[in-house]
C-alpha cells in the first residue's frame, strides 16, 4: 500500500502555478507546499510559497479555491520592502501573473468551500477576481496587520497561516455542503448535479445554491474545473491524451483540447512545465 | 499449427479494496453484522484491513483515491448499488441473515435455497455495497 504512509504530505488535488515563457527559467524557481494538518485541518489545503530567480511569468490556472497571497521582494531567506496583500478569488479561466526576479510569494490556499468561513464575503462577489492592497483591506481591515515587516519568508509564513487558522469560523460551514464539495472531488467531478442533489437528499436546485454560496462557482463549473485538474494530472503522470480525455470524462480529445485552451491557454498534447500543488519544484 | 499463448506468470489476487466515506465506521460495521475481525487500521484512519485469510478485504478511505489519482463514484447507500458483491460464505445463513439486518444492513432479497442446493440471500452495508451471505456450495452425492 504504497503512499498511506506519507498521507501527511499529499494535498487534495489542485495545481496553482505553471510557467509558460519562462520556461528556460524552470530550474530557477522555486516552488513549495507545507500540508501540515496543524495550521487548520477544515481551513487551510496548503501554505505555499514561490520565488523567481529570474524573470517569467506565473500562469495563475481555475482550481476552485480561493488564496490569500503575499507578494514581496525578497533576497530568497526575508522580505526586503513593502509587503503587498491579494486575495484571489475563485477563477474559470487562467491569468497571467508577470514577474521580475527576486519576487517572492507565500499563499495559504483555503480548503474548497471555506473561503467563506474565512473571508466573511460571498466568494461569488470576487469571481475571477484578485483584490489587491485596498481593495483586500475593504474586505477586513485586519488583513492590514499580514503586511507587518517580518525577519523571514518562515515567520511570514507562520503568521499568514496562524491568521487564517484564527479567522476560520466553522459556523459559516455547512456540513452537507462540504460532503457534496468532496463527492465532486472524489468523483473526478464526473458526477452529475441531479445525482449530487439526490445522493444527498436535496433538490437540485437547492445543491446547486449550496455549492453556488460556498465556492462561487455554480456545481457545473465547479465540476468542469475538478475534471481539467484530473485531466492535467492524467496528463501529468505520463497518460497519452486519447486515454487521459477517455478516463477524465470529456465526450472526446477535441472537448479535452477546447477545454484545456479556456481553462489553461494551453495545449493537452504539448503542455508546459507545470507546477502541481503536491509536487514541490 | 496452433500456437499456445505466450507463458505469463499467474498473479495473485491479493486484496479487494472498497473505497468509504468513513474507514473505521465500516470496519466497526462489519465486525458487528458479518462477525469479521479487523486485522490491521493505519493511524491515519484512511486504510483498514479485516482478517478474511489469504485474500484480504480491506477499505479505504475516500480521499486517498484522489491521492492516488483516481476519480471514483462513492459507495452510497442513498445510491444504485456498484457491480459488484462480496460474498461471505457461512453454514448458517438465515441467523447470519438476521445478526446483519439487526447490525444495520439493509435486506435486499432474504435467503432462499438455490436449485443448486445453496442457500443465498442478500444485504446492502452501510455503505450501500452488496453483501451475499451464502453457503458452502454443496458437494454432490457421489452416488
Same mark, same amino acid.
Request: proline share 6%; net charge neutral; glycine share 8%.
Given at each position: ?107 495559504? #490556499? ?18 475571477? #477576481? ?67 442533489? #439526490? ?83 | ?33 458479518? =462477525? ?32 492516488? =489519482? ?74
Amino acid at each position: 500500500m504504497s503512499g498511506v504512509s506519507d498521507l501527511s504530505l499529499i494535498a487534495i488535488l489542485s495545481i496553482v502555478l505553471c510557467l509558460g515563457r519562462g520556461q528556460i527559467c524552470v530550474m530557477q524557481h522555486f516552488y513549495q507546499e507545507d500540508h501540515r494538518t496543524s495550521w487548520h485541518p477544515f481551513a487551510i489545503e496548503t501554505v505555499w510559497r514561490s520565488y523567481a530567480r529570474c524573470d517569467g511569468e506565473h500562469r495563475v490556472l481555475p482550481d476552485g479555491r480561493c488564496d490569500i497571497i503575499l507578494r514581496f521582494a525578497s533576497d530568497g531567506v526575508k522580505p526586503v520592502g513593502d509587503i503587498a496583500l491579494r486575495i484571489a478569488g475563485p477563477s474559470t479561466r487562467f491569468h497571467i501573473v508577470p514577474l521580475t526576479a527576486g519576487t517572492a510569494f507565500i499563499g495559504v #490556499r483555503f480548503r474548497p468551500g471555506m473561503a467563506s468561513g474565512i473571508l466573511g464575503i460571498d466568494p461569488g462577489a470576487i469571481l475571477n #477576481r484578485v483584490l489587491t492592497d485596498d481593495e483586500a483591506l475593504a474586505v477586513h481591515p485586519e488583513f492590514a496587520a499580514l503586511c507587518q515587516p517580518a525577519d523571514s519568508i518562515d515567520a511570514l509564513a507562520r503568521r499568514l497561516a496562524l491568521f487564517v487558522a484564527e479567522r476560520f469560523s466553522a459556523s459559516q460551514i455547512d456540513p452537507l455542503t462540504a460532503a457534496m464539495i468532496n463527492m465532486l472531488h472524489v468523483t473526478g467531478g464526473r458526477i452529475p448535479i441531479a445525482q449530487l442533489a #439526490r445522493v444527498h437528499q436535496l433538490s437540485v436546485r437547492t445543491a446547486r445554491r449550496r455549492i453556488t454560496q460556498a465556492t462561487g462557482l455554480g456545481p457545473k463549473q465547479l465540476a468542469a474545473i475538478i475534471r481539467f485538474h484530473r485531466a492535467l494530472r492524467l496528463r501529468r503522470a505520463g497518460v497519452g491524451c486519447a486515454h487521459a480525455s477517455v478516463e477524465a470524462g470529456y465526450a472526446d480529445q477535441a472537448h479535452m483540447t477546447r477545454n484545456f485552451r479556456q481553462m489553461g491557454g494551453i495545449s493537452p498534447a504539448n503542455m508546459p512545465d507545470l507546477v502541481l500543488a503536491g509536487f514541490d519544484m | 499449427m496452433r500456437h499456445s499463448p505466450p507463458y505469463i506468470q499467474a498473479m495473485k489476487l491479493g486484496y479487494t479494496i472498497i473505497y468509504v466515506a468513513d474507514v473505521i465506521a465500516t470496519i466497526d460495521f462489519y465486525e458487528r453484522a458479518f =462477525g469479521l475481525r479487523r486485522r490491521f487500521v493505519h493511524e491515519s484512519n484512511l486504510y483498514a484491513e479485516l482478517d478474511t485469510g489469504e485474500t484480504v478485504l480491506a477499505f479505504a478511505g475516500e480521499p486517498m483515491a484522489e491521492m492516488n =489519482g483516481l476519480a471514483i463514484r462513492p459507495n452510497r447507500k442513498s445510491d444504485i448499488a456498484s457491480g459488484f458483491e462480496i460474498a461471505l460464505v457461512t453454514e448458517d445463513v438465515r441467523t447470519a441473515f438476521e445478526r446483519a439486518v439487526a447490525a444495520g444492513a439493509s435486506p435486499v432479497s432474504l435467503p432462499v435455497e438455490k436449485p443448486w442446493g445453496q442457500i443465498v440471500g442478500y444485504v446492502r452495508d452501510m455503505d450501500g455495497c452488496v453483501v451475499e451471505i451464502c453457503s458452502p456450495i454443496p458437494v454432490p452425492d457421489p452416488n
